[in-house]
């Protein structure tokens, strides 16, 4: 099952993504030949712990709490990694990082952030993906990367908020 199935994260049972996630990112990593280290593997069980983006410092604290040593450029350079491996995107409009679930085919992310208890969700939409390139090539922009990040209520909390 995969995240963009799963829906949010209130709805679904976080710990078998959490185990698809992680083997996931095993298989992906040995058909590419690099290596998830037992520190990149640590810092992307992190991320993974819940569906709300996490940023980098609250990464080595929680980091901290098993290896005292761990210092910034290491969770930076972990990040660094599981970024170009495609397991984490960054979300630029919270300075944060979330787990992909799809990482074993190439696309730039799309987000629906939750403003109240900070869940996001990954989507996919090829339409809207093909309507930026477009729009991009028009304009004789050459496009690079391109992240989408909507803000508003989950079903949840849409749910709890007073009529
Ligand atoms: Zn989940
Ligand atoms: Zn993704
Ligand atoms: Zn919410």
Redesign the pocket.
Known sequence: MS?ID?GW?GR?D?QS??ADAMETAETVCRSRGTRLTPLRRKVLELIWSS?RPIGAYAVLGQLRDERETAAPPTVYRALDFLMEEGLVHRIQSLNAFIGCSEPDHAHSGMFLICGTCGDALEIEDERLDDSIRNAAQAHGFVLQRRVVEATGLCPGCAESQPA
């Open positions: 995240h799963a994260s679904h976080h993504c959490v569906h």
